[in-house]
T-cell receptor
Framework: AQSVTQPDIHITVSEGASLELRCNYS??????LFWYVQSPGQGLQLLLK??????LVQGIKGFEAEFKRSQSSFNLRKPSVHWSDAAEYFC??????????????FGRGTSLIVHP | DGGITQSPKYLFRKEGQNVTLSCEQN?????MYWYRQDPGQGLRLIYY???????QKGDIAEGYSVSREKKESFPLTVTSAQKNPTAFYLC????????????FGPGTRLTVL
């Protein structure tokens, strides 16, 4: 069965510092990978996704992620964090479900705290 | 504006009562989904529907029921059989099955007293 591990429950960074959020997945076939962001009490917004091709994926809000098949990882990065980036971040792997849908299975999330 | 609406934002019910959460989308998406979110648990899939009049169980369907009579609507009923119904419920939709991006509603926080 598919699964996603986000080893860091909380990450604290200073505004302007670089950021890397870790994500490891387990899936027997070619993975479809996603990063979502959630502000408190809100729904989720897609930051970026990887289906195939270039393993370095660019997303919205200055985020990027790199797919490393050998490490089963899909880490999210941002070179300079802004206070508005404080939120919950979810990594997900799209797994094939009955009926032919690839539906994301989510990790438990990493809470990003940004210090001024 | 196109999007997904969930109502109400906060919902309180007494233990033993069934409650229905609303999810409506005007994005003309074929597929819709319900997730449950608990603190520290991430999102877990309850039910999904790829087309009108069809739906499948997700990973935690016990104690829940759904219907998909219209393309734009996918209501979720939390029944009295759900042992721990207090949670944040998120509805999502996507253009079709496959690897399409999911778009999420703002969520409904259900508290059972």
């Amino acid at each position: 069965a598919q699964s996603v591990t986000q080893p860091d429950i909380h990450i604290t960074v200073s505004e302007g510092a670089s950021l890397e959020l870790r994500c490891n997945y387990s899936y027997g076939a070619t993975p479809y990978l996603f990063w979502y962001v959630q502000s408190p009490g809100q729904g989720l917004q897609l930051l970026l996704k990887y289906f195939s091709g270039d393993t370095l994926v660019q997303g919205i809000k200055g985020f990027e992620a790199e797919f490393k098949r050998s490490q089963s990882s899909f880490n999210l990065r941002k070179p300079s964090v802004h206070w508005s980036d404080a939120a919950e971040y979810f990594c997900a792997v799209g797994a094939l479900r009955p009926g032919g849908s690839y539906i994301p299975t989510f990790g438990r999330g990493t809470s990003l705290i940004v210090h001024p | 504006d196109g999007g997904i609406t969930q109502s109400p934002k906060y919902l309180f019910r007494k233990e033993g009562q069934n409650v229905t959460l609303s999810c409506e989308q005007n994005l003309n998406h074929d597929a819709m989904y319900w997730y449950r979110q608990d603190p520290g648990q991430g999102l877990r899939l309850i039910y999904y529907s790829q087309i009108v009049n069809d739906f499948q169980k997700g990973d935690i369907a016990e104690g829940y029921s759904v219907s998909r009579e219209k393309k734009e609507s996918f209501p979720l009923t939390v029944t009295s059989a759900q042992k721990n119904p207090t949670a944040f419920y998120l509805c999502a939709s996507s253009i079709s099955r496959g690897t399409d991006t999911q778009y999420f509603g703002p969520g409904t926080r259900l508290t059972v007293l």
